[in-house]
């Protein structure tokens, strides 16, 4: 079997594999998350660790399986909305170029920098997020709907009996007011680990074509993201039916930063003796206090994208900033 036919071999593998996850995922809500977040890692893998051509087997294959066993619609929502980012992500990782046309070593290559790959994944989700917020339509059927769920939820536990409707429209309309912001992140996180399980699924089976990159070290926002989220908060205050929009927009940028700070957290403790104790402390506190933590690292994030690149990283790709 040639080179290329083993890539469209594998590619089918992969999105069959893929569009199964995702019909796993219609089966057991509960785990829908996960499913979704399964499903990328076979398109993704198949992009990173064989070609180009693998990855675009795999999306049109997956497309094509849930178009059969769900509906058209189902196939073209789930094919641009996740396997196609997926499959272009892995494009972006396997691009490089002679280091030498940029003033590195010859011999070696010059990698797509991370920060990009970064920079894309959260500009592809704040898309996403956009899009999906803005085709959900009028908000009182949301409303209603989540109304509904939460009603019959709560009339199976006994003990929320006391709650009052009111409560209850008010809590609903507290989280339909940040959804936006939280489908956004939530993209971001999604395409990001699964990124990262898949670069070291591959690298594991000795198929990544790509050096594993240190993340500690190069992962950042390019300075460009900052105009980004200060667009995204400008279209959500003053941009009326795009207001979602802009929200979503600022909630993928704002995950973006905040992930770069925890990776700078990551970095500042290396080597450290006390690194694994402050690394839970902090992952703790994230936890148990949410916000305000998370706050800091969105911070750190931002006035992190003027550091330099590490001089450890395996990798002298990045160049740009």
């Not at 058209?72 to 691009?95: C, E, K, R, S």
């Not at 500009?123 to 989540?146: H, W």
Request: proline fraction near 5%; charged fraction near 10%.
């Amino acid at each position: 079997m040639n080179t290329a036919t083993q890539s469209i071999v594998i590619g089918i593998l992969a999105g069959i594999t893929s569009a199964m996850l995702v019909l796993s995922a219609f089966s057991l809500p509960l785990l829908n998350f996960l499913f979704l977040f399964l499903s990328l890692i076979p398109v993704l893998v198949a992009g990173i660790g064989w070609s180009n051509r693998a990855g675009i087997a795999a999306v049109v294959t997956g497309a094509i399986v849930l178009g059969i066993a769900a509906a058209p619609f189902v196939a073209m929502v789930f094919a641009g909305a996740l396997f196609a980012p997926a499959a272009w992500i892995a494009h972006l990782t396997n691009l490089a170029r002679p280091a030498d046309e940029i003033g590195g070593p010859e011999g070696e290559l010059a990698w797509y920098p991370l920060s990009r790959i970064f920079l894309y994944i959260c500009g592809i989700s704040a898309a996403l997020s956009s899009v999906q917020v803005l085709a959900m339509g009028e908000t009182q059927e949301i409303r209603d709907t989540y109304l509904m769920l939460l009603q019959d939820f709560l009339a199976q536990t006994p003990e929320a009996e006391t709650i009052s409707l009111s409560s209850m429209e008010a809590a609903i309309d507290q989280f339909l007011a940040v959804m936006p912001f939280l489908l956004g992140a939530f993209f971001v996180l999604l395409l990001f680990f699964g990124w990262y399980v898949s670069a070291r699924l591959t690298d594991k089976f000795r198929r990544a074509k790509r050096p594993r990159d240190d993340l500690p070290a190069r992962l950042r926002m390019q300075p460009i993201a900052i105009p980004i989220l200060g667009a995204g908060l400008i279209v959500y205050f003053v941009g009326g039916g795009l207001s979602a929009a802009g929200l979503a927009i600022t909630g993928a940028f704002s995950a973006g930063f905040t992930l770069s700070g925890l990776a700078m957290l990551h970095f500042a403790t290396r080597g450290k003796p006390w690194r694994l104790l402050i690394l839970w402390f902090a992952y703790v506190v994230v936890f148990i206090a949410s916000m305000m933590p998370l706050v800091a690292f969105f911070i750190a994030g931002l006035f992190g994208t003027a550091r330099a690149t590490a001089p450890t990283s395996p990798n002298k790709n990045d160049t740009t900033t």
